[in-house]
């Protein structure tokens, strides 16, 4: 008989960890009804978040006679914001209003399964989190470039490079602040705000793809600033 070894089962139980994730396999070994794979937008729609996930399965001893009677879906943020709502499909839309956006959402789907003796339920939950925003695009031509916008403040979508100084001059002696985040993430990076006149920043990391969220904020509704890039 051949044995394996327990380096091996250990190895074998970390890459089952690694392609489910902690709070499946938790579910898988507790024979839990938990929504799987749920999954939650962040920031890839302006005016909603998208939420799906898989069905588990009932498939056990455990679960004979049993049967989904659908999904109760909650969120909340900051700001009093807060929803309910039941479905019987794996996906839902969380709609977002404009004063709502760049607010990060904790979300809980909750399955409900019914027995075969009316009455009987049992509830098992998964949770992210996630958010809507309105993005522009934000290019570092050669010699810089003039962008502008209405409002309190402007999100960008941009590719920033390491070791590189992005800098934003704000017209008519304005002033303001500009905030660096990592791509589909609400946390600024702390070295990365930047005030004044001419607020700059230089790049020390690497984001997902090089990528960011660059929020400029004037001191005054609107704004006109050149950002610019050098060595």
Not at 45 to 72: A, K, N, Q
Not at 203 to 217: A, E, F, I, L, Q
Request: aromatic share 16%.
């Amino acid at each position: 008989m051949r044995h394996i070894t327990r380096p091996f089962i250990g190895l074998l139980l970390w890459s089952f960890f690694l392609l489910t994730g902690c709070e499946e396999v938790i579910n898988t070994i507790l024979d839990n009804p938990a929504p799987m794979g749920l999954e939650v937008s962040d920031g890839e729609y302006p005016d909603r978040i998208e939420v799906s996930w898989i069905e588990p399965s009932l498939t056990s001893d455990r679960w004979e006679g049993w049967e989904i009677t659908g999904y109760d879906i909650s969120w909340s943020a900051d700001g009093g914001i807060s929803g309910f709502f039941h479905t019987g499909s794996t996906s839902y839309s969380i709609d977002v209003s404009i004063d709502e956006r760049a607010k990060l959402y904790d979300i809980e789907v909750t399955t409900i399964v019914e027995g075969p003796v009316g009455g009987d339920t049992e509830e098992a939950s998964s949770s992210d989190t996630g958010f809507a925003l309105e993005t522009r695009e934000l290019i570092w031509y050669d010699g810089g470039y003039e962008y502008n916008f209405s409002g309190d403040d402007a999100w960008y979508v941009t590719m920033l490079q390491k070791g590189f100084t992005y800098s934003f001059a704000f017209s008519n002696g304005e002033t303001g602040f500009v905030e660096i985040y990592r791509y589909k993430t609400l946390e600024p990076l702390l070295e990365a705000t930047a005030t004044g006149i001419n607020p700059s920043w230089k790049c020390s990391g690497d984001g997902d793809w090089n990528k960011y969220y660059v929020r400029v904020v004037p001191t005054s509704p609107g704004a006109v600033f050149h950002a610019a890039y050098g060595f």
